[in-house]
């Protein structure tokens, strides 16, 4: 798979300068936030149930391996089967196996960011077997040849006008001139094609939200329904899942589905959140002759145990990117993996290598909104803090970066040169400044008033005000920092 | 070999310091116990469970009625009348449901067995449902096939009122009673309005691959 995570700066760059892009993320801005904060007022439990959501995930990644071998004894004492790959490439094999053993030429697929991570449509393609994506937003992306740009509303940077583009180039069976102003024209449109899909589809392939320990079971949660016509048409079904979706018990799974939906959408509760525990039973008119599970690590083994383990946790809500600045100004793909927004500067480094993914962990303004909102608590400013370290560490940031750093730092540990430094610094800002009292021009620092103007210091330095005893009548705040 | 691979190399980084065995006996402790955890206050008395039951329901964009045990058929009739939707209906071979539209589906055309996608709408009759989201339970069997949720445009469930639970948490007992512990139909359904999808500009739109309506008949009993 293509990674241009190196590229990142570049990416961003292009980001910033395609209208179409800026005009979809805003949808992002406007709706994502303001449901999460209205549907998490709306439970006065929502934070103990965060508390308890991260507490069961937490003794989950404590006794996984004990965890993975109860469910595999439960799947298969429900009729299924479970297949582990330590790799991508394994899980892929495992796959392909099951679909050549039925004779397979297309399969259907429900939402699943493991796909993407394994790299599994292109793969299937170049088999022979033909992938058909059926989340809306999914099928919208594999018509463009692109890859999702945000984990649970994948299209988001596309506008229905591309959408409608993309319709009549692909869908040429029908007639040219059909009306499709209406977005309830393109979805009908998606509708009646991936219908006929689902109906004469050999295999379903899914992902899933959690894997319940004391029964074998897998569970999707969804919108639309797709993933449900996927997995119960088919003759096989095939869950593809990590090894931490684990949830112990029924009942633990209950706890996270409340503050999973109200993190994502907004929503009290998703549309359908439907539990499979292996193949048809007999005597059952409808669903899979076959249940199959792979279990993908792809090096989540190597987390457990060390400062990343707590990134073990998340759930896969989007809730982190949704809020965060950076995710909100370039979108998804400029992080140039698959898993983007503070989450995937996380993972990012873990799966391609900080040598590649470093970029991500770098790029943040730690605020600290994305902890603020993750329902399972996750500290990701802290880990991206661990990864610029290990960065460092290893002498992989820019030589520009460690210079100016280590600048700093001698300069910092010299505190009679540090604020007479500072004091001369908020000086000449403030002239720069001039009576607007803002600057579009810095040394060294083009790049950064390039979009915008920096703000110049109006009184002395925090230490001087200080001592000058100004901060007894809060005024002249205004100092350089 | 993968899995020993895997399964070492978790056991080695796992939990700090102890044992196996105290592990196992935890796991265990935490599986059998099945702890609720926490749970968020519903309505005490069961008539204002219902209440809330019907509004939540209706904020998730589905539609209920509340009938009698020998108005169910007419309830559906009026429904599908009122939609101007044809007056056929599938089901599967659910005995509480033939109980309640047996005979009486007057001019009602009752067809059985799973939906091959022709259908306009689907009746199925609901494990139980709860109140705290408007959230339907709807289980797969020889005689509830689970494409009646899915392919008919129109999806009607039937629910009995003494089957609304408080919370998520409240379904689970029932299963391991009906079931057996650890065992668990082929598929449940958790079930809150109709299908949707908002992937083109985040716009809301229902009956994305699913039902476009879903209507609640619950039954006073």
Redesign the interface.
Known sequence: MEITTPQFKQNVTGALADRQLQR?LS??R???VGKRAAAAAA???FE??R??ARN?KN?V??????????FEK?VT??GGKVH???TAS?ARGHILDICRKVGARSATKGKSMISEEIGLNAFLEESGIRPVE????EY?IQLRGERPSHII????HV??DQ?REDFRRVHTHLPPERPLEE??S??AEA?AI??DQ??SSDVGITGANFLV???G?SVIVT????G??TQ??PRVHIVIAS?EKIV?????M??I??VLARSA?G?????????????????????PDEFHVV?L?NGR??M???EFQDMLRCIRCGACMNHCPVYQAVGGHAYGWVYPGPMGSVLTPQFIGVEKGGNLPNASTFCGRCEEVCPMRIPLPKMMRHWREKEFERHLSPPAHRRNLKAWAWLAKRPGLYRLFTRLAARGLWVLGGAKRRTGFLPMAGAWTRHRDMPTPEGGTFLAQWKAGRHRTGQGTGGAS | M??D???D????????G?S?AE??K??AK??RS????????QPRAATARVTQFME?AEA?QATTVMTTRTGVAEAIADWLRAHNLPAEIRT?KDERLKALLGGKAGNLILRQ??S??TDTTGVSHAECGVC??G?LIVL???DN???L???PQNHIVVLRRSDILA???D??PR?RTAYGK??????????????????????L?L?????VRLHIVIVRD
Do not use: C
């Not at chain 1, 929503?267 to 669903?287: A, H, I």
């Open positions: 979809a949808h992002v406007g709706n994502f439970l006065p439990e103990a149930l508390d308890e069961i003794h990644l404590e006794n996984l391996d004990i965890y993975l071998e109860t439960n004492r429900q582990w790959a330590a394994e059926t989340d809306l937003g919208i509303a994948p299209a988001v506008n229905a959408v977005p309830e393109l979805l509708r991936l219908r689902f109906l320990a004391e029964t079971t919108n639309e329904g797709n449900d016509l119960i048409l090894l112990p018990t029924l009942e633990d209950s706890q589905l409340r959408t929503q009290e509760m998703s549309v359908y959140t439907t539990l499979s525990s292996g193949p048809k039973r007999k005597g059952d008119p409808d669903g279990l690590d083994s190597d457990i145990g060390t | 993968s899995r691979l895997i399964l190399k978790l056991r080695r980084n796992a939990a700090g102890q196996r592990r196992e935890a796991v935490r599986i099945a702890s609720r955890g926490v749970l968020p206050a939540k998730a599967g067995g799973p091959d996608g705290e989201t959230t797969s069997g020889a096939p689970t494409t949720n899915f392919l919370h998520y948490e379904i689970w299963l650890g065992q668990m139909p082929r598929t449940v359904n958790m079930i809150t309005g109709p299908s949707r999808s908002a992937d083109i500009e985040q716009t739109l009956g994305a691959h699913g039902p």
